[in-house]
């Protein structure tokens, strides 16, 4: 669904992405994980189509961005880091207001603004206007917003930055529910939304994709060493002479410092699945009792940590950029913060 291949960009004399590659699938929810500063955002507008690439190809839904852009934004809904809302807008108007931009006829647009305030839980503040909302109900408004046409693909910038406990649950639900037909990209920063919402990750860092694969298989690949943390009972000796007489025990060490019949010792192991049911034959064998035995495994953040901090990441690439210079998309123009902004053209006609 969608497919990015060795995708550059250049400001000046700053590389902010440097061959980059990924695809996502139908139906996946695939995460861009890195440091603030690390090329996600930049990654993200040049597939929304709101910044061009210096080299490479985008496509989604086997359409190029930069060859047929109308045809790409037709089929993603982008939801920018900061939601492209109109404050004195109703959430009803305003959604009637972005079907419009992009493209639904007068007749459809009913059904399908009632559809996204459903799927995103919206019915009870349809009437109510945005800049009255809570942050987290803004920010299901910008995915309705980015949802509203239907599109095959939607690409989420940091959904969850900012919310409380609570909101970050409806929304990872909220995203969890649309991947059931459709293929979603999120970045973050935050390793537990990883963990909790996507299929797969890829790792970002200082404008390159060092790391792409499912969480489980990217634990496997960067895991060297296996660690298991065994609870025995028997002589020291014994437990040790065991230990040593197996060639895949690398080093062990005794957690408990006093001596007791009963203590736990922390074993490495090299990479081999065997070893485990071999380090318990030999043990049980030697007349040690054994009473628990547990496998550490290597954390997510042990790898994000390892991948990201080989070299200082230039931040200066993912400044800002001034919404005035970028191309206006079908969805919407970026609007101002302020709050003062006045509302669009006839907006009280859809209010």
């Known amino acids: 669904m969608i497919e990015v291949e060795h995708l550059s960009k250049v400001y000046g004399s700053t590389t902010a992405l440097q061959d980059v590659s990924f695809a996502a699938q139908p139906g996946e929810i695939l995460g861009l994980l890195g440091p603030n500063g690390a090329g996600k955002t930049t990654t993200m507008r040049i597939l929304a189509g709101y910044l061009p690439a210096t080299k490479g190809t985008a496509a989604v839904a086997g359409f190029e961005v930069h060859v047929d852009p109308m045809a790409v934004r037709q089929r993603i809904g982008y939801l920018p880091e900061v939601p492209p809302l109109y404050p004195n807008m109703t959430v009803e108007g305003y959604l009637h207001f972005v079907g419009r931009l992009k493209g639904l006829s007068a007749g ?3 059904q399908r603004v009632q559809w996204a305030m459903e799927q995103c839980n919206l019915q009870d503040v349809q009437k109510t206007l945005i800049h009255k909302l809570s942050k987290g109900f803004r920010q299901r408004v910008g995915i309705a917003q980015a949802i509203v046409h239907n599109p095959p693909a939607i690409i989420l910038d940091e959904p969850t930055i900012g919310l409380d406990p609570r909101q970050i649950i409806d929304v990872r639900n909220l995203i969890k529910s649309l991947a059931a037909d459709k293929t979603v990209i999120l970045s973050t920063h935050i390793l537990p939304e990883v963990n909790m919402t996507c299929q797969r990750v890829a790792i970002i860092n200082n404008g390159k ?6 969480l489980a298989d990217l634990k496997a690949q960067q895991t060297e060493q296996l660690i298991y943390e065994l609870d025995v009972q028997g002589e020291l000796d014994s437990v040790e002479q065991s230990l040593q007489s197996l060639e895949g025990v690398l080093t062990w060490q005794w957690l408990s410092e006093q001596p007791s019949e009963r203590r736990k010792v922390r074993v490495t192991c090299n990479p081999d699945p065997q070893v485990g049911p071999q380090l318990t034959h030999t043990l049980v064998h030697a007349g040690v009792a054994m009473y628990e035995m547990r496998r550490l495994g290597t954390s997510l953040e042990e790898i994000y940590l390892e991948l990201t901090t080989k070299e200082e990441v230039d931040t200066s690439a993912e400044s800002e950029i001034d919404p005035a210079e ?23 006609d859809l209010s």
């Not at 003062?340 to 907006?347: G, L, M, S, V």
């Open 209 to 214: 994709v060092v790391a792409t694969n499912t």
């Open 108 to 110: 459809d647009r009913p």
């Open 326 to 348: 970028l191309p206006v998309s079908d969805a919407i123009r970026h609007p101002t913060s302020s709050s003062e902004e006045a509302d669009p053209p006839n907006a009280e």
